[in-house]
């Protein structure tokens, strides 16, 4: 009797470990959120078949008179320094908690698993609001000013980078890091010389996806208020102006491609 009660809370820890519980979970929340939307009513707006179709033909051509570029470079410019700035922020306050919150500093002990415990509940704090949840707490706090855009990218995404950072760094194979503390070298050097180098490639690359996603950001939350693309966008939307707003998105999207292809171009010249 006690085998067979063993053998059945092995088999219940091995399911809670499975895909098969997070499969069901999955769609239990696919029919929970079904049922609740109304399906008597009007789903689908009758007049915006026309409105979509007037959207779409406006891109042919977008908006390309001399000062409507000029605006729109102007904005991109400041949609990318508040996304450089804010992911600049972001990386470095994420770095160094990440490395707490790994574990990798210190030696073995209640003392080093308390402090990364308290790092990785900092970290879930930090990311666990959006960033523009936190641009209209800044713009409340610093009115509409740059400060409150770059504080609303660096403390989520600082949260997100931390979190990512400590995973890669506990990730890291134990051979090279038995190596270097065999030649008694320390956590510090440890983390410098074995974890850091080691995962320096994948942290890299999801720095890079991470910046692509702050200059989204960056210009989504100047729909509060803060010029940059995403003020642009919202001006042109209203006055229904949409080679305008087609415009605007090229940029965006250019923006994005071109920080594609700048990490594409690191990621190759550290793996060679």
Known sequence: ????????????????????????????????????????????????????????????????????????IAASWQTLVHAVAGITLALAIGLALGVVASGSLGHLGRSRLA???????????????????????????????????????AIPYAGILGRIYSELLNDVPDGPLDGLRSSGASPAKVLVYGRIPLALTDMIGYSFYRFECAIRAAAIMSFVGIRGLGYEIQLSLNDLLFSEVWTLLLFLVGLVLLVDYWSTRVRRSLGS
């Open 1 to 72: 009797m006690i085998w067979t009660g063993v053998t059945k809370a092995r088999g219940a820890a091995r399911f809670l470990e499975t895909r098969r519980l997070l499969t069901l979970v999955l769609a239990g929340a696919l029919v929970w959120s079904l049922t609740g939307v109304d399906w008597g009513g009007g789903i689908v707006h009758t007049g915006g078949g026309n409105a979509f179709k007037e959207f779409l033909t406006a891109l042919f051509p977008p908006e390309l008179s001399p000062g409507f570029l000029k605006l729109a």
């Open 115 to 153: 402090i990364a415990v308290a790092a990785r509940f900092l970290l879930a704090i930090m990311r666990s609001i959006h960033e523009l949840v936190w641009a209209v707490l800044f713009v409340t706090a610093f009115g509409l000013s740059s400060l409150a855009v770059v504080l609303a990218i």
